[in-house]
């Protein structure tokens, strides 16, 4: 509704552009007379202002100027009632959020896509929340979108499979994307379109069937997720193996666990950069335990030994509690 506003605004606009525009070119050929003398003439004319004419006025001109009266008039009441209805409407209060939350998108950097507010979404919505991450959401239904409104995160209103809604969204300066829409179609030309405006963004995409998610991996999605088969998992896991299953739920817990699975990346310059996992002393000081560690050429090490190297661009896969991993992330910043 407020995007069909904007829209009757900016048609207004340029119908008072065009008729300035015209009248000032009317004047200037029938009356032969000067630009400013001719725009003068147009705006007391359309505004009905009344003041006296700067030249003489022949038939031919009345007949013109009265012609551009209407056609003044006509534009103006046009406005006044666009935003009559804008105001009884309250869409000037939603455009103008609009505005402010597009001036926060644009200075979004190294965030994260999320395109689809279904049900998955939400999930992915709310996940994100927890976790601090910067991210927007992609979403065209009406109803998803005043549920965002009242959410107040951040949102593009249109269609994720457009280039223009990718820009939009910041998508060359994004690091990853999630792409939860249950359409296998758009799912599959919005991760070729975000692999050609991005090559470097991490593709997540969801797929409801096999021959979909191979379809996503050739159309350049990193990961693909079936949301009915990990269901189908989840639910054999917990009457197979429960304990299994609780363990694996601590990170969706939220703030009633207070153990969290995290993982770090180690940067150059880190204090952790070099040292063993012993000298490390991540377990003594932190407590926390250092469950695997994915090297640069993506070979993982299970269970690392004491002994094990920490390097620069390794991503270690960390199990403790929250207030110490929190730690860690500043300890792995500090410069040795």
């Not at 004319?45 to 004419?53: A, K, L, Q, R, W």
């Not at 009266?69 to 209060?93: C, K, P, R, W």
């Not at 998992?233 to 601590?250: G, H, K, Q, T, Y």
């Not at 969290?260 to 990346?265: H, L, P, R, T």
């Amino acid at each position: 509704m407020a995007q069909k506003s904007e829209r009757q605004l900016k048609v207004v606009l340029l119908m008072i552009i065009f008729v300035t525009i015209a009248g000032t070119a009317g004047y200037m050929l029938l009356a032969e007379q000067g630009f400013l003398d001719s725009l003068y003439m147009t705006v007391i004319s359309i505004t009905t202002v009344g003041y006296h004419e700067v030249f003489e006025i022949t038939p031919r001109l009345q007949v013109f100027t009265i012609l551009l009266i209407l056609s003044g008039v006509a534009t103006i009441f046009y406005g006044i009632m666009v935003v009559m209805q804008m105001v009884v409407e309250g869409q000037v209060a939603t455009i103008l959020g609009r505005r402010r939350m597009e001036k926060d998108v644009k200075k979004l950097k190294n965030h994260y896509i999320l395109a689809g507010f279904g049900r998955v979404g939400q999930i992915v919505y709310n996940e994100f929340e927890k976790s601090g991450r910067p991210f927007v959401v992609i979403e065209s239904n009406a109803e998803m979108i005043n549920i965002l409104q009242n959410k107040g995160g951040l949102y593009i209103e249109g269609n994720s499979t457009e280039d223009e809604v990718l820009h939009q969204a910041g998508i060359d300066r994004a690091v990853g994307l999630v792409s939860t829409i249950p359409s296998e179609s758009d799912n599959v030309y919005l991760a070729l379109s975000a692999r050609q405006l991005n090559p470097d963004l991490k593709i997540i995409a969801r797929a409801d069937s096999p021959d979909a998610e191979k379809k996503l991996y050739r159309a350049g999605a990193d990961r693909v997720i079936c949301p009915y088969e990990l269901g189908g998992m989840r639910m054999a896991l917990s009457i197979i193996r429960p304990n299994v299953v609780d363990f694996m739920e601590l990170e969706s817990a939220g703030a009633e666990a207070d153990i969290s699975i995290e993982e770090v990346i180690v940067p150059e310059n880190s204090s952790l950069d070099g040292v063993t996992l012993k000298d490390s002393d991540l377990k003594n000081k932190l407590d926390i335990m250092v469950v695997a560690i994915k090297k640069p050429d993506k070979t993982i090490h299970f269970n690392p030994s004491a002994n094990t190297n920490i390097e620069v661009g390794d991503i270690l896969v960390l199990i403790g509690r929250k207030s110490n991993l929190a730690k860690l992330d500043l300890m792995t910043e500090n410069n040795k």
